[in-house]
């Protein structure tokens, strides 16, 4: 089994800057894709970042410019380094990670538990 674990989300003030992590645990294969996605109150789950397994990355048009990803392989840890935080930045903010574990052959998504963000002053 595969768990995915993230850290890092409180409040902060408009123009402040916050640093997600999100730390998969397990019997690990390897990791594919990797995101971060959030969902305010009210609307449906975006995708904010990317990175794929050769490092390649794609942010929403919201957050370019402002959040960067990243990712260490070593700690099958993705992060997310967000600054010029915004009020509409506002939401429970989830990582996901494709991975192909000893157990299961093919490669299967999984979902961490979410943590807020509230961009407030």
């Known amino acids: 089994q595969v768990q995915l674990v993230e850290s890092g989300g409180g409040l902060v003030q408009p123009g402040g800057s916050l640093r997600l992590s999100c730390a998969a645990s397990g019997t690990i294969f390897s990791i594919n894709a990797q995101g971060w996605y959030r969902q305010a109150p009210g609307k449906q789950r975006e995708l904010v970042a990317g990175i794929t397994s050769g490092d390649s990355t794609n942010y929403a048009d919201s957050v370019k410019g402002r959040f960067t990803i990243s990712r260490d392989n070593a700690k099958n840890t993705v992060y997310l380094q967000m600054n010029s935080l915004k009020p509409e930045d506002t939401a429970v903010y989830y990582c996901?990670?494709?991975?192909?574990?000893?157990?299961?052959?093919?490669?299967?998504?999984?979902w961490g538990q979410g943590t807020q963000i509230t961009v407030s002053s």
């Open positions: 996901r990670a494709v991975v192909i574990s000893y157990s299961v052959a093919t490669p299967r998504q999984y």
